[in-house]
């Protein structure tokens, strides 16, 4: 399997960041880590693996782009304010840099949106605000609003609430989407969503699902018995569903 590693600075981050590739063709997959997961973590809980021989016959080519959770979302000391403003951040680094840079290294006309967990919401999202760039999203075992507290997940945001966090809480603002443009991407995009049944998440997910069927955008909700939340449940449904 063709495997590549790459980094540069991001002026939209004011950092140097770190991506892997793996494949040399097909589909390109977007793969959003988890909260503490780095750019390798789908290589080493077996995700990568588990899509070896679709990579091999370039069918797909993985992107496996880094986390700075810990600099948003899930930075304690920082202002909720600036916590959201730093994902801005991030996002912007998807658009600007790493997007162009797949297009550029792959000309497939299909790219897919993948994550699980936080990288399940970031997946989702991103699909969501820019949905002329995606053609699938693939999203497990995620929580699409962040400022809704389950079992041991706080509210990310401490109670503060702004329009940044609106517009990056698909539960929030896609009821109130009324572009018709972006609706129509969003009704060509092969979605499928993955939850466990005891998952802390399901209710949410069942949310989404809802206000995506009001909208008349076709989707895929896979409910798995037990948590499912973890690499093992992950490893299958990737097999499945990517």
Known sequence: MKREYHYWHSPDLGR?????????????????????GRFYEYEDIGIVGILADKIDAGHLQLYCVD???HESFYCGWCHPSGRIRRHIQYEDYILNDVL?????NNQHPCTIAFGCSLGAYKAATIA???????????????????????EHFY??????????????????????LDC???????????????????????????YLSDILWSKGIPHALHKWDGRAHRGAYWRQMTRLYV
């Open 16 to 36: 140097d960041m770190e991506l892997l590739v793996f494949g040399h063709n097909g589909a390109k997959v977007l793969m959003f880590p988890t909260r503490d």
């Open 67 to 69: 986390s700075i959770a």
């Open 100 to 104: 162009p840079f797949m297009m550029k």
């Open 128 to 150: 969501f605000r820019h949905p002329h760039r995606f053609q699938k999203l693939c999203a497990f075992s995620g929580r699409y609003d962040l400022t809704m507290p389950a």
């Open 155 to 176: 509210n990310l945001f401490d109670g503060y609430y702004d329009d940044n966090i609106y517009f990056h809480t698909p539960t929030h603002f896609l009821p109130q």
């Open 180 to 206: 018709e443009s972006r609706l129509q991407y969003m009704r060509q995009m092969d979605m499928v969503f993955a939850i466990g049944k005891e998952d802390p998440f399901l209710d949410n997910n069942r």
